[in-house]
């Protein structure tokens, strides 16, 4: 079994977190990524020691990007019919905030961290390097990757999967073009921080 395949059964059978009440819910999650990152430990040297700076016009091409996709996702999840269109198949789960500041804190800055690493190295290096070995067209690349990627948000409900889906390929694209995978998990991890970042300051302010 190669390590992709393991890689994303692990996040498949990472579903069952889903069951467990906090603070459980979150140590399986923790647990489960850090195995992922151990596992895949090597490549994420080997990318430490290949970084490679993206071009200026790069980095604002992917905050430009970033920006408004998050602004549109920020106005359609305020729609009645995304709420409709989430729960359309079935009533989906998702991590409950946490209600004590130091898992605040550690679930924002290690647990995000641990997402984003976790994510890139399997979704877009592991697919990746995967389509290279085997000749795939950019279309087989882009649908297989972001398909899966979405795929394991799919308890959340469809709407997070359809949102899952669409920065998967935006991801995607940015891994392609800079041919290097610490600079979308830097994207990934800003991403989830904004996502994250609002209701974990609503939970500390209120």
Not at 26 to 34: P, Q, S, T
């Amino acid at each position: 079994m190669s390590k992709l395949v393991l890689c994303i059964s692990l996040f498949l059978i990472g579903w069952g977190k889903f069951y467990l009440s906090p603070p459980w819910i979150f140590m399986a999650d923790y647990g489960l990524r850090i195995l992922i990152v151990w596992l895949l430990w090597d490549q994420i040297l080997v990318a430490l020691n290949q970084w490679r700076m993206p071009r200026f016009r790069t980095w604002l091409e992917a905050i430009g990007v970033c920006a408004v996709l998050l602004t549109v996702d920020q106005w359609v999840s305020s729609l009645q019919t995304y709420d409709d269109f989430n729960q359309l198949l079935f009533i989906p789960v998702s991590f409950p905030l946490p209600d004590q500041v130091p898992l605040i804190v550690f679930d924002y800055t290690v647990g995000l961290i641990l997402v984003a690493l976790s994510e890139e190295f399997v979704f877009r290096r592991g697919f990746g390097e995967k389509a290279e070995a085997s000749g795939w067209s950019m279309i087989k690349l882009y649908v297989l990757s972001s398909m899966i990627f979405a795929f394991i948000h799919i308890p959340q409900g469809l709407a997070s999967f359809t949102t899952a889906l669409i920065w998967g390929g935006v991801l995607m694209y940015f891994y392609l073009k800079t041919r290097t995978v610490l600079f979308t998990v830097l994207m990934h991890l800003a991403v989830d921080m904004w996502y994250f970042g609002i209701p974990y300051w609503e939970s500390l302010t209120s």
